[in-house]
């Protein structure tokens, strides 16, 4: 079972920023957060990730709270094409071979 | 940039019948997965290959076979395909199922199976 609760959907305005909201309240002191996103059934795609440090690349900003229990994505200028399901996804580092494990994560639909 | 490539895109099979989807990876990934996507769901792990001659299963591995047949190559193979089955596959890799960068996994586009 995924370890992250999100939002089933959600709507952003084209150009405003969208922030995507994911609870990982059980998750450990050696796993990370990832998001991924998937556009129109095409296969999923990198976005971001971390630890506990808020991390920022090109696409987007991660923020994670102090307590790790709950984090959110940040898409600063949403476009039109940022229309995608988006997973969050807890996953350790360490002992053991733990493959990502996906959700049904949030639709995010940007309107124009 | 081929990444990751899936054969084939669509299919179409009947009940019993046997295929094999095909997958290869050219970023020299030691780790590599299949998963299937049903309609309005997210993403379910089938088998995984944490590197060159090991395989193990995921979250839905009845009714599917898998090989490492070398570094590059996974492929998936259903033995007798059920309506149950008809679904997409993606293929996936990445440099290590855990490693000091983490799971950044890179995704085929996706394998359309449809069994009647």
């Known amino acids: 079972d995924a370890k992250t609760t999100q939002p089933p959907s959600m709507d952003c305005a084209e150009g405003r920023a969208a922030n995507l909201p994911c609870n990982h309240s059980?998750?450990?002191?050696?796993?990370?957060v990832y998001w991924y996103r998937q556009i129109h059934s095409q296969g999923p795609q990198y976005i971001i990730h971390?630890?506990?440090n808020n991390e920022t690349n090109e696409m987007a900003s991660l923020i994670i709270t102090e307590d790790r229990k709950s984090s959110t994505l940040i898409l600063p200028h949403a476009t039109l094409r940022d229309t995608a399901v988006y997973y969050c996804?807890?996953?350790?580092?360490?002992?053991?071979?733990?493959?990502?494990?996906f959700g049904k994560g949030t639709r995010l639909s940007v309107i124009a | 940039n081929a990444g990751v490539t899936q054969t084939p895109k669509f299919q179409v099979l009947k009940t019993g019948q046997s295929m094999t989807l095909q997958c290869a990876q050219d970023m020299n990934h030691n780790s590599m997965y299949w998963y299937r996507q049903d309609p309005g769901m997210g993403l379910r792990l089938i088998y995984y290959?944490?590197?060159?001659?090991?395989?193990d299963k995921g979250e839905v591995p009845n009714g599917y076979n898998v090989s490492r047949l070398n570094k590059r190559e996974f492929s998936l193979r259903l033995e007798s395909a059920a309506p149950s089955q008809t679904s997409v596959y993606f293929c996936a890799s990445s440099e290590e199922v855990l490693g000091i960068f983490g799971n950044t996994i890179y995704f085929g586009e996706g394998s359309w199976l449809t069994v009647v």
């Open positions: 059980t998750i450990s002191g050696n796993e990370y």
């Open positions: 971390g630890l506990k």
């Open positions: 290959s944490a590197s060159e001659g090991t395989t």
């Open positions: 996804i807890v996953s350790p580092r360490g002992a053991g071979n733990t493959p990502l494990v």
